[in-house]
Each structure stands twice: as C-alpha cells, then as structure tokens.
C-alpha cells in the first residue's frame, strides 16, 4: 500500500511542478512530460512508460518531446538491443538553460541600445529603450556570476559526499 501512496505523492508532484512550468509559459504537456522524467530515478523514461504514468496518448507525448528535444531539455536514445526510444533529461540541464538565457540577454540587449539610438536618446522611449538595454546588461553580469557560483558549490557537495576526486 505504500508504493501506493508514494506513486500517488510522486504524481501529485509531477502535476504541480508541471502546472507551475505552464504558468510560466511552458506548453502544457512538454511540462507534464518534463516533471515526468525529473521525478524519474533514472531521469529517463519510454514512451509507454510515460504514457501509463501521465495517462496521456503517445500521439501527446510526441509532440511534448519534440518541443523539449528542441528547447534542448531532453533528448531521444535508442535502448540498446531494441527499438524503442527512451527520452533523457539533459545533464547539466538547469545550467544550460540559463547559459542559452544569457545568450538571449545579449541579443535583446544590443537590439534595445540601437533601439535606444533609433528612438533617440533624449526621448521618453529612447531612455526607456537605454534603461531596459542597461538592465538586461547587469541581469547577464548577475546570471554569469550566478554560474560561476553555482559550479563552485557543486564541485564543493561533491567532494563533500565523496563522489568526486579529492586530490
């Protein structure tokens, strides 16, 4: 019975997560799909596999892996010794995707100062345009020591727990 109720709390979380992802802007069943496989052991899962726990079509979840795969949130494996596809959550996800963000903060950020230029500097719309520009560029400085900080911490847990090389 407590399998049960652990299946039961794991898909409540699923639903949860995946309802916050959708708040967010994220295409309801890629969230579904992706919360699926986070909260996966293995961090992957097949096609049945995903379609028995989120009681969804393999038609939906097509369309859900393909907008991940593009967004680069996970990708598709053959099982070795089958043809069966598994899908995997990328390592290092998280990381990536703010990394690719920051990427977007610099083109938003140069379009906005010509913006800035093309409006005039000494507009309302300008200075706005040169404000917003001024505030992407100290959100990318931030996101850059963000993940600078971030590796740190983790090579520091690592080591910590023993999983990583100590000398």
């Known amino acids: 019975m407590s399998d049960m109720a652990d299946e039961e709390a794991v898909s409540r979380f699923v639903e949860r997560f995946a309802s916050e992802l ?13 919360a699926a496989l986070l909260a996966s052991e293995t ?6 596999e995903l379609a028995e726990r989120l009681q969804i079509s393999p038609a939906a979840i097509s369309g859900a892996v393909r907008y ?9 494996e053959r099982d070795p010794g089958s043809r069966r596809d598994r899908y995997v959550l990328h390592n290092e996800l998280w990381y990536e ?5 920051d990427q977007v903060l610099t083109r938003w950020e140069k379009v906005l100062r010509d913006g800035a230029q093309t409006l005039g500097p000494d507009t309302a719309a300008g200075a706005r345009a ?12 931030e996101l850059l020591g963000m993940m600078d900080r971030w590796r740190e911490h983790r090579a520091r847990g690592r080591t910590r727990d023993g999983t990583a090389d100590e000398g």
Do not use: D, K, P
């Open 68 to 76: 991940l795969a593009q967004v680069n949130m996970v990708s598709r």
């Open 130 to 141: 040169a404000e917003t520009a001024e505030f992407f560029e100290f959100l990318q400085q």
């Open 97 to 101: 995707t703010f990394t690719r963000r």
């Open 43 to 48: 961090g992957s899962l097949t096609s049945a």
């Open 22 to 34: 959708t708040e967010a802007g994220m295409q309801r069943m890629a969230a579904r799909v992706f």
